[in-house]
Nanobody
Framework: QVQLVESGGGLVQAGGSLRLSCAAS????????MGWSRQAPGKQRELVAV???????DYADSVNGRFTISRDTSKNTVYLQMNSLKPEDTTVYFC?????????????WGQGTQVTVSS
């Protein structure tokens, strides 16, 4: 089972920036994709950004143009650069990895990191 550890959350004023990090316990080059999701209380988890094994990225409309997902394969780490933060971005952010094929396909999740944006 792949272990994921997030860091970088915190408190920031509206309009500010934060960078989240997600360190994986093994080479991320073998993963199908990695992503960042968030889940506000009482709401479903929302996938906000994803990066595939080919380096292709995609974003939710709510963060497109403000958030950037990237990776450093030498550090087995994926990042989420969050700019122009809004109070509605406040929630817990989770990193996930999709790996394996067919019957062996799996998904791992980190423990989450809190992001709080004050108005």
């Amino acid at each position: 089972q792949v272990q994921l550890v997030e860091s970088g959350g915190g408190l920031v004023q509206a309009g500010g920036s934060l960078r989240l990090s997600c360190a994986a316990s093994e080479s991320i080059l073998s993963f199908n994709a990695m992503g960042w999701s968030r889940q506000a209380p009482g709401k479903q988890r929302e996938l906000v950004a994803v990066i595939t094994s080919d380096g292709i990225t995609d974003y939710a409309d709510s963060v497109n143009g403000r958030f950037t997902i990237s990776r450093d394969t030498s550090k087995n780490t994926v990042y989420l650069q969050m700019n122009s933060l809004k109070p509605e971005d406040t929630t817990v952010y989770f990193c996930n990895a999709d790996y394996g094929l067919g019957h062996s396909r799996r998904s791992s999740w980190g423990q989450g990191t809190q992001v709080t944006v004050s108005s």
